[in-house]
């Protein structure tokens, strides 16, 4: 007798999609966050200590970082203005937010952005490619936990058949 698949009822009330959830979640938060005091969305200093992360765990150096960058915005980006964006002397030069996506790209680090979207009030996701290299890395995690677990298995019982 074949076995009948439980279906899954994904209309009921209780059941939220998760980008429901996601948006429910957002809600919550915004509402809870109390309203801006003065200065309290000044993240410069913030965003600045970020950049300078990235740039130190990247394995890059800056030349690379802004020759990247200057390919992907088709402009030029030098060292020079890399290095006065995160100088701690020059704390009114700023990166232009257009170029932040190629940075984050270019020290493969989105962090900055982070900072840009918390501030905002925003929750951002990974685009599909990244999801599904995640999910990709969550299933070889798990083929070879698996593994693991049976060499564990065959090691009892090996240990088990010699102590009788």
């Known amino acids: 007798?074949?076995?009948?698949?439980?279906?899954?009822?994904?209309r009921g009330p209780q059941q939220l999609s998760l980008f429901d959830e996601i948006r429910r979640i957002q809600q919550d938060l915004v509402a809870a966050r109390p309203s801006p005091t003065e200065g309290s969305l000044n993240i410069?200093?913030?965003l600045r200590r970020s950049m300078i992360n990235a740039i130190k765990t990247s394995g890059k150096d800056r030349f690379q970082i802004t020759?990247?960058?200057?390919?992907?915005?088709?402009r030029q980006i030098?060292?020079?203005?890399?290095?006065?964006?995160?100088?701690?002397?020059?704390?009114?030069?700023?990166?232009?937010?257009?170029?932040?996506?190629?940075?984050?790209?270019?020290?493969?680090?989105?962090e900055p952005l982070e900072i840009?979207?918390?501030?905002?009030?925003i929750f951002g996701l990974p685009g599909p490619d990244a999801?599904?290299?995640?999910i990709q890395k969550y299933a070889e995690q798990e083929r070879r936990a698996?593994?693991?677990k049976r060499k564990r298995e065959m090691f009892l019982g090996e240990?088990?058949?010699?102590?009788?």
């Open 44 to 46: 410069a200093e913030k």
């Open 1 to 10: 007798m074949a076995k009948r698949r439980k279906k899954i009822d994904n």
């Open 131 to 134: 999801l599904r290299a995640e």
């Open 78 to 110: 030098t060292k020079m203005m890399l290095d006065s964006w995160t100088a701690e002397s020059k704390p009114g030069n700023r990166p232009p937010a257009d170029i932040l996506p190629a940075f984050c790209k270019a020290t493969a680090n989105t």
């Open 67 to 74: 020759g990247e960058m200057s390919h992907m915005v088709g």
């Open 116 to 121: 840009l979207n918390e501030a905002a009030g």
């Open 159 to 164: 240990m088990e058949r010699r102590g009788k």
């Open 146 to 148: 698996r593994a693991e």
